[in-house]
């Protein structure tokens, strides 16, 4: 069992639509828990950042941690054309010094006009 | 605003050549890494550095080798080509070493895509 899964996609949803975004993990070390979004041809960039359990919110999107069932979330709102991309869940934690980013294998979301 | 800047953006090597992939970035970060992407693989991390003088491998180091002599430059080398390197390759950098587990924010390049035939 790898250490982050990732639902593989591709996602459709019409505009407007609410997305939920998901990944489960392993390692019950991990501690910090980020989203990337990478649109085409792009490099990822940091979309949301959650330490331990817990929501976070950041305009329409928000972003939950459930430690107990090692599982997290990336909810949008009101899905635009522009949030077309890849999205790529991220962890670290434990291990100590040198600790390294974990990311899941990313799900291609297309919303629709 | 430069940030993380990769060269080349696209080369196609024959199998056995060597080449250098490029990466500068102008933020005075201390941690950078190599990434490669590949459809249904995701990121994967080849080689990490924690600062000038220092670099560790990652999950998939074979085939690759690096330094870090400034701290502004990370530059990836292939040694021997091989097609299974054909991928896209991303550089990042974040102004924290990871320690006790938080890397920081990682900003990442624009990517490098190669083909090895």
């Known amino acids: 069992q790898k250490e982050v899964e990732q639902d593989p996609g591709p996602l459709s949803v019409p505009e407007g639509a609410i997305v939920s975004l998901n990944c489960t993990y392993s390692n019950s070390a991990f501690q910090y828990f980020m989203w990337y979004r990478q649109y085409s041809r792009k490099g990822p960039e940091l979309l949301m950042y959650?330490?331990?359990?817990g929501n976070k919110e950041d305009g329409r999107f928000t972003a939950q941690v459930d430690k107990s069932s090692k599982y997290i979330s990336l909810f949008i709102r009101d899905s635009q054309p522009s949030d077309s991309a890849t999205y790529l869940c991220?962890?670290?934690?434990?291990?100590?010094?040198?600790?390294?980013?974990?990311f899941g294998k990313g799900i291609t979301l297309s919303v629709r006009p | 605003n430069a940030g993380v800047t990769q060269t080349p953006k696209f080369q196609v090597l024959k199998t056995g050549q060597s080449m250098t992939l490029q990466c500068a970035q102008d933020m005075n970060h201390e941690y950078m890494s190599w990434y490669r992407q590949d459809p249904g693989m995701g990121l994967r991390l080849i080689h990490y550095s924690v600062g000038a003088g220092i670099t560790d491998q990652g999950e998939v180091p074979n085939g690759y080798n690096v330094s870090r002599s400034t701290t502004e430059d990370f530059p990836l080398r292939l040694l021997s080509a091989a097609p299974s390197q054909t991928s896209v390759y991303f550089c990042a950098s974040s102004s924290f070493p990871p320690r006790g587990g938080y890397t920081g924010e990682l900003f990442f390049g624009e990517g490098s895509r190669l083909t090895v035939l």
């Open positions: 991220a962890m670290s934690g434990g291990g100590g010094a040198n600790s390294k980013l974990t």
């Open positions: 959650t330490y331990s359990s």
